[in-house]
């Protein structure tokens, strides 16, 4: 099953293009890494995807189990399944990150028709995927992401998304500030939520994180255009070679 | 402006769910004011002649004080000539005994408003009096009370059954002279509550006040007075609203506290008058004195407040803290939205030795309003060790409101110690995009960031309170952050 076609995608920022033409497919069960160099345009993608204002799409669509995102808010879209795990995870003051996560579950169950967990189911639920990222109860009660390390951040979104089981999980530079303790804990936390009902995206700078969550294709991103596409040898090439060698390839080389 | 903005501004521009108007017929007094009005309301409240003396004297010491100009709103001037000073429901018979008795219509407005007026408020363990316009309609939970030895009853009701109390306490913490809207008080007020707690006393349940103004062209000036006697413990409860109207009206409310030795009393508002339209039509200006008296040592006061109504707010619910050890505190969470102007914040006045005060004040300011908070902390020069810590943050939605903070420090105590905070944030739009990007509507994004952000004072609320607060924060806010 298509899990996500983007055809011919073109956004752009303040009148500025920074998507040229992206095409990709996803299907069900996939995981699909997104690199390439700063500017490349690997925010905006997942920005785009999720949702987010200030972009303006002016070609191509977005299919996410045969409908159009384009047109929906970005709730809409979480509520079926689609899920941004963020680079910069906000902070909230005064919210605690338990009544965030219920009210998440709670939005998400509406939208599929059922009712809302009580407080004992809830927090049977959360404590068990709690144990996929090792956190510690007391994370619950703390304020959303206020004063969360960067590891403690990352793994609050990968609980984010065990708990609301998205279908498609854009993973934007999951791996970044964190040590290497830290990287293996999110990583085993990702690779635990790979389902065949489930497909993922990677947006990384770094083939490291690819050592732990090993991607079934991996995409270069140049310049708003994906200009190589291959499997989990590619990014290995990538760290050899670095980057500097895509910019002399030619325009519409893509995927 | 983004969409966000846009959406938000719809958002924050709901209706006021209160603005409903009761057909029920009214005695008022024609509009107007002079000494044969207030003789007018003294005789048909049937008061001993201290308190006729006592409404003149302020009324001739009105006239001559001026408008107060120094607060940061702007409004023109008040035909005090054009209010009627009382207004009651009309009786059948010299007033209601029992619920029972009660104008059925008046208690459908009271349900329609969510307060619990009959059995219900045996359910939810809260005595209330309500005050529709001038009088008190209904006061539950009187006999219950009564067996402990508290008494809580209409303050015009109190008069005649306790004048030694009321001429010992009435005035004593705001004294007519006090400031202009305290002394238009003094000489009109029509009812309100009293309340007294005995020595030893904890009151079992919350007392609670509701008001209601309800006839157009008055103004409502009710007269809370409660006194905490040795360690006895009080929490006192008061939610407002009115209908909605295109004209302004007037309330000037006087609420004095008295703590005595080791007392405490804990005074929570839920502040929704009719705040106007999104064009600056109509609305309650609400200018109101509150003051407390820590007069005995180790003794507590705390204000809480949720203020999302009115018009223009005008209001410092203040602190004297002249007994040793006393402790006083003051929460606030002031929205304003769309035209509103918003002036509030407190007085923590230090006398006693060792007595701490706490100020957290959250304002929230949205559409094309002006928040602003004042407040003053004075250590007197008998106030050794004396604290303050004052938070103060501020919460803009948009970009066409104002939030402002004028703090004032007064220490004349070389050992006391006054520490203040302040912020100004704005709801920002990764905050937003965060959590819709986790399945939330935007009005539901927005309700759980400000409450976030007021948390410290919903806290203090007491139970059923905070639920209300918390909703109408997420009503009041329909429509304005950027």
Redesign the interface.
């Known amino acids: 099953m298509k899990m996500l076609e983007i055809k011919n995608l073109h956004a752009t920022i303040d009148g500025k293009e920074i998507l040229k033409g992206i095409d990709l497919t996803v299907n069900a069960g996939e995981v699909h890494a997104i690199m390439g160099p700063n500017g490349a345009g690997k925010s905006t993608l997942s920005n785009v995807l999720?949702?987010?204002?200030?972009y303006e799409i002016t070609q191509g669509e977005i299919l996410y189990k045969g409908e159009n995102l384009i047109d929906l808010?970005?709730?809409e879209?979480?509520?079926r399944g689609v899920?941004?795990a963020?680079q910069?995870?906000?902070?909230?003051?005064?919210?605690s990150n338990i009544?965030?996560l219920k009210?998440?579950l709670n939005?998400?169950r509406k939208?599929q028709g059922l009712d809302e967990l009580d407080a004992i189911d809830f927090l049977t639920l959360v404590r068990s995927k709690m144990e996929l990222v090792k956190m510690d109860e007391q994370f619950l009660h703390r304020?959303v992401n206020e004063g969360f390390s960067g590891g403690e951040k990352k793994r609050n979104e990968i609980l984010?998304m065990a708990l609301?089981e998205p279908a498609l999980a854009i993973l934007d530079e999951t791996d970044s500030g964190l040590d290497i303790d830290a990287l293996r804990i999110v990583s085993e936390g990702v690779n635990a939520l790979r389902d065949t009902d489930r497909s993922m995206i990677m947006i990384t700078h770094y083939q490291r994180l690819l050592d732990y969550i090993v991607p079934d294709y991996v995409h270069v991103l140049s310049n708003g255009r994906i200009v190589k596409s291959g499997d989990k040898d590619l990014a290995k090439e990538l760290e050899r070679s670095g980057y500097s060698w895509i910019h002399d390839a030619p325009e519409g080389v893509g995927a | 402006m983004t969409d966000q903005t846009q959406q938000l501004e719809t958002l924050t521009r709901k209706e006021y769910s209160a603005g409903f108007v009761t057909d029920i017929e009214s005695d008022s007094l024609p509009p107007g004011l002079n000494e044969d009005v207030i003789r007018e309301i003294s005789r048909i409240k049937n008061e001993p002649e201290f308190l006729l003396e006592w409404r003149l004297k302020a009324y001739r010491h009105w006239l001559t004080m001026d408008t107060p100009i120094w607060a940061h709103v702007q409004y023109p001037e008040v035909d005090f000539q054009a209010i009627s000073y009382y207004s009651a429901p009309k009786k059948k018979t010299d007033g209601p005994k029992s619920l029972d008795e009660v104008d059925p219509e008046l208690l459908r407005t009271y349900e329609k408003l969510g307060v619990p007026l009959d059995e219900r408020a045996r359910l939810a363990g809260v005595a209330v009096d309500a005050v529709f316009d001038s009088v008190s309609v209904a006061n539950t939970f009187q006999d219950k009370l009564a067996e402990q030895g508290i008494i809580f009853m209409p303050l015009s009701k109190a008069v005649q059954e306790y004048p030694e109390l009321i001429k010992q306490y009435l005035g004593s913490v705001v004294p007519y002279q006090d400031n202009y809207y305290a002394a238009l008080n003094s000489a009109v007020f029509s009812d309100g509550s009293f309340v007294y707690i005995p020595k030893g006393v904890r009151c079992p349940m919350e007392l609670s006040t509701y008001f209601r103004i309800n006839a157009a062209n008055t103004g409502q000036f009710e007269r809370t007075l409660i006194i905490a006697d040795d360690d006895a413990y009080v929490s006192y409860l008061e939610g407002c609203t009115a209908p909605m109207r295109d004209e302004n009206q007037l309330h000037a409310a006087v609420v004095e506290l008295v703590a005595m030795n080791r007392a405490e009393i804990k005074y929570s508002t839920v502040q929704n008058w009719y705040p106007g339209d999104e064009n600056g039509k109509g609305g309650i200006y609400n200018f109101v004195t509150k003051r407390a008296a820590c007069r005995g040592e180790s003794s507590k006061v705390s204000w809480t407040q949720v203020e999302t109504g009115s018009a223009i707010t005008w209001k410092y619910p203040s602190v004297v803290l002249q007994g040793d050890n006393s402790v006083g505190e003051f929460y606030s969470v002031a929205v304003t939205n769309n035209m509103q102007q918003a002036d509030t914040g407190t007085k923590m006045i230090h006398l006693g030795k060792n007595t701490s005060s706490t100020i957290i004040s959250k304002g929230i300011s949205a559409g094309r309003s002006q928040n602003a908070y004042r407040g003053l902390v004075r250590m007197g020069p008998n106030a050794e060790n004396a604290r303050n810590y004052t938070e103060c943050d501020s919460l803009l939605m948009g970009d066409r409101c104002a939030a402002h903070t004028f703090p004032y420090i007064e220490v004349k105590n070389p050992t006391a110690k006054v520490e203040h905070e302040a912020s100004t944030s704005k709801i920002s739009e990764d905050q937003l995009f965060y959590c819709k990007q986790r399945g939330l509507d935007t009005e539901d994004a927005v309700s759980m960031i400000v409450n976030g952000f007021c948390k410290q004072v919903i806290r203090e609320l007491p139970m059923e309170f905070a639920v209300e607060a918390q909703n109408l924060l997420g009503l009041s806010l329909e429509g304005s952050v950027g």
């Open positions: 999720a949702g987010r204002d200030g808010e970005p709730e879209r979480a509520q899920f941004l963020f910069y995870p906000v902070e909230i003051p005064g919210v009544y965030l009210a998440a939005a998400v939208y304020s984010q609301l």
